[in-house]
């Protein structure tokens, strides 16, 4: 071995999957290998757009005419790579798909910047994009972020017909990827719109979010430190416009515009915490707003309409969860709803306080009056059929009596609702009513102000109990004991 043997061999560092060889830089082509078993074109190294990838390639599993490129294989993005999917040089990039078992993904696990572009399947030989059935079960292309040392920004762009039923594969997915955006983009036809785990330092702006099969947007399991903020998001196929679930804490969602989406509009789920939905836009929805099994968040300053519940608090799993939600609802405006709020039994420990519900069936909805752990005032209810329905479910009337904080005592209840707060609902029976159990006839306006009196404690059960007998005997109400 002589002198030049030995420089060169000391001019040699390694570092990772990259040899860089001192005082000589790597050529472009030694970055960038195609695996013809896997079918993957690597980029190990450097930077590259679409034709500088190309050129190096040499290769038809990356093709194009003029600014339309055809991916025809696997493109994986390395740890300390970058690619950019920009207007520099394209205006559309469409990854091949047969609908069989030949589909290909882009898998970033360095740096992705995609701008001012389209990116879609596509099947060359019908010449269209790749269709998805309601079971998810066709095989479409996907891009995703992998464990990334950089970012994946998507800005300007249009992003369709991708993903199927397969995790990593969804569509559009980051999976323990932080520091990321996507903005003013178009998210379509995908089988998840956008998707994360793990991830955290993402922000989702003023982008365009619709026809997608099973979530618009879904930050889920242990993601964090998320805003989605100005979106407009509607006709999710079938579930949810914008879905946060299992173990995901510091999300903020706001102003944004949200309909017509299959299950619901915007939903917390599964251990959701310390995470804020305020002023969003929300109308034609099964339910407008849901909150199920997550603790610690506020919601407040909605608009939700022409929805069948316009915000649900409810528990699915007393097994796994507790009910103790200590959720903050307040000074949201909903409008001809069937319910307004709804509070699922065994839900404790929440305020709903400052909204105004209007033009309702229900204006607000508590299945157990007994459960007084949550807090109800301050809330106007106007022009409702009802304005507040409850469910109870003692054995004794004079038990319920004495467990009963009428709520309508601290909330103003306007007098054009429809009929006067249902506090004995399913208890109390008029005697007009025919199948219904529930109050028909409006409540002479002092028992309203004894029951309130009794409450506080300003006259003695005695003084109520006469008060109650006077209804009876004399016609107004009927009771029928369970």
């Known amino acids: 071995m002589n002198i030049f043997t030995l420089l060169l061999i000391s001019s040699i560092v390694c570092f990772g999957s990259v040899t860089i060889i001192l005082g000589n830089p790597i050529l472009a082509n030694e970055c960038v290998e195609y695996d013809e078993i896997t079918k993957t074109i690597n980029i190990e190294c450097g930077s590259f757009n679409l034709t500088e990838l190309k050129t190096e390639l040499n290769s038809e599993v990356l093709s194009s005419d003029e600014r339309e490129f055809l991916l025809s294989a696997n493109l994986q993005i390395g740890n300390f790579s970058k690619l950019f999917i920009n207007s520099t040089d394209t205006d559309w990039l469409k990854i091949k798909g047969d609908s069989q078992d030949e589909y290909y993904g882009i898998r970033n696990h360095g740096t992705l910047i995609i701008d001012n572009v389209k990116i879609s399947s596509w099947n060359p030989t019908t010449q269209d994009y790749l269709q998805q059935n309601v079971n998810g079960t066709i095989k479409r292309p996907y891009i995703v972020s992998d464990h990334a040392h950089g970012p994946m920004n998507i800005t300007n762009s249009e992003i369709s017909y991708l993903g199927f039923g397969q995790s990593y594969e969804r569509g ?127 919601v407040y300053g909605n608009d939700i309409r022409n929805s069948t519940t316009g915000i649900h608090v409810k528990l699915l799993r007393p097994q796994e969860y507790h009910g103790n939600l200590e959720n903050d609802i307040y000074n949201n405006t909903i409008s001809d709803t069937f319910i307004g709020i709804k509070i699922d039994p065994d839900v404790r420990n929440n305020s709903v306080f400052g909204n105004t519900i209007t033009n309702s069936r229900y204006g607000i909805s508590i299945s157990n009056i007994t459960n007084t752990d949550n807090s109800i005032y301050d809330n106007t209810l106007t022009d409702n059929f009802y304005a507040i329905r409850t469910t109870i479910e003692s054995d004794s009337l004079q038990n319920e009596f004495l467990d009963l904080e009428p709520i309508w005592c601290k909330n103003e209840i306007n007098h054009l609702n429809k009929k006067e707060p249902q506090w004995l609902a399913n208890t109390l029976e008029s005697v007009k009513s025919e199948k219904e159990s529930r109050v028909t006839t409006i409540f002479p306006s002092w028992i309203k102000n004894n029951v309130c009196w009794w409450s506080e404690g300003l006259i003695s059960d005695k003084e109520f109990e006469l008060g109650m007998e006077y209804l009876i005997n004399n016609g107004i109400i009927g009771v029928k004991l369970r």
Not at 232 to 258: A, Q
Not at 263 to 285: P, Q, W
């Open 172 to 298: 559009l997915s980051y999976y323990t990827s932080n520091n990321s955006k996507i903005d003013n983009t178009e998210i379509h036809d995908l089988w998840y719109g956008f998707f994360t785990n793990s991830s955290n330092s993402i922000d989702v702006t003023n982008n365009h979010i619709y026809d997608n099969f099973k979530y618009g947007i879904d930050p889920h399991t242990s993601t964090y430190d998320l805003l989605i903020k100005n979106n407009t998001v509607h006709h999710t196929i079938l579930g949810i416009g914008i879905i946060c679930s299992h173990d995901c804490y510091d999300i903020t969602i706001e102003d944004n515009t949200v309909y017509s989406n299959k299950k619901a509009g915007i939903m917390f789920s599964r251990n959701m915490t310390d995470s804020i939905v305020r002023n969003n836009f929300v109308y034609d929805e099964i339910q407008g707003i849901s909150v199920s099994e997550s603790y610690n968040n506020e």
